[in-house]
C-alpha cells in the first residue's frame, strides 16, 4: 500500500485503490492533528526546537530499529522458519536500516532485547496472522494504516499488538492516543479480512529495561475505537479536501 503526502502538505496518505487512487490518511495522521498538543508545544519551548528535533529523531529511529528486528525475527521463527531467527534478525535488520547511526541501532536493539529477557511475549505466540499488515476502513470518513502483528495466542484467540517504544515507563493515562490506534486498527482487520480479535495488546519497551502491557478487551476496543471515530470524523471537517 503506497503512501503519499496529503494535498494541503498535511500528513500520510495511504492509496488503498490504485484503480480509482482514492486515499486515506494514516491513524497517525488523524490523531496527531486532531489531539491535544499543549504538551509537546510546552516541551519544544522548554527544550528548545533544535534539542526536541534531535531527540524526535532519536527515538523515531531506534524504534525503527527495534520494529524492524522484531520483523525479521518473527519471519524467521513463525512464518518461515530458519535455523537461527535471531542471527537472521540481526542481519536483515542491519541490511534494512543502513543509515541509521550506531547510537541509534545499539538502542533499538536493546530494546528489542528487553522483549526477550525481560518479558513473556514470545511465549504467548501459537501462530501468526499478519504481520506489518495494510488496513483500512472508510468508516466515519475513512482511516488506514499498517499494523504491527496480529497473532493467535494459546488459546486459539485472536490478537492485536502494537509495539511501543519509551524512554521510561508510561502511566495508563498517557496512552489513550495508543489504545485509540491499536482499537482503529482491530476494526479495521475484522472490516477488510473478517477476523474479529478477541484482545488487543499494547506492548511498550522502556529504555530503563522495563516492558510494560496494556490489554483491552473486546469491549474496551469498541468503546476507544468509539473515541476514535471522533478524531476521524473532526479530521475530515477539519481537511474536507486533503
Not at 38 to 46: F, H, M, P
Not at 90 to 112: H, M, P, Q, Y
Not at 117 to 136: C, G, L, T
Amino acid at each position: 500500500m503506497k503512501t503519499i503526502t496529503g494535498k494541503n502538505g498535511i500528513g500520510r496518505y495511504y492509496i488503498v485503490d490504485e484503480k480509482t487512487g482514492i486515499a486515506l490518511p494514516s491513524v497517525t495522521t488523524i490523531l496527531g492533528e486532531t489531539g491535544d498538543k499543549s504538551g509537546l508545544k510546552d516541551w519544544v519551548n522548554r527544550v528548545g526546537q533544535a534539542e526536541a528535533d534531535r531527540i524526535s529523531r532519536f527515538s523515531a529511529n531506534r524504534g525503527t530499529y527495534m520494529h524492524t528486528l522484531h520483523e525479521y525475527y518473527i519471519e524467521g521463527k513463525y512464518i518461515e522458519p530458519v535455523e537461527n531467527p535471531l542471527q537472521f534478525a540481526f542481519v536483515k535488520s542491519r541490511e534494512a536500516c543502513s543509515t541509521l547511526t550506531d547510537a541509534e541501532i545499539e538502542c533499538g536493539k536493546n530494546l528489542f532485547f528487553n522483549f526477550l529477557h525481560n518479558s513473556d511475549f514470545y511465549d504467548q505466540i501459537k501462530s501468526v496472522i499478519f504481520q506489518e499488515a495494510p488496513v483500512w476502513s472508510h468508516i466515519g470518513g475513512g482511516y488506514a494504516g499498517r499494523l504491527d502483528l496480529s497473532i493467535y495466542g494459546l488459546n486459539d484467540k485472536a490478537k492485536m499488538i502494537d509495539f511501543k517504544t519509551s524512554r521510561k515507563p508510561k502511566n495508563e493515562d498517557w496512552i489513550e492516543g495508543y489504545k485509540k490506534q491499536i482499537s482503529a486498527y482491530s476494526i479495521a482487520m475484522y472490516e477488510r479480512y473478517g477476523i474479529l480479535v478477541e484482545s488487543a495488546e499494547i506492548w511498550i519497551s522502556c529504555e530503563t529495561g522495563e516492558v510494560q502491557t496494556f490489554r483491552l478487551t473486546l469491549d474496551e476496543i469498541k468503546h476507544w475505537f468509539g473515541e476514535f471515530h471522533t478524531n476521524v470524523k473532526k479530521y475530515h471537517e477539519m481537511y474536507p479536501n486533503n
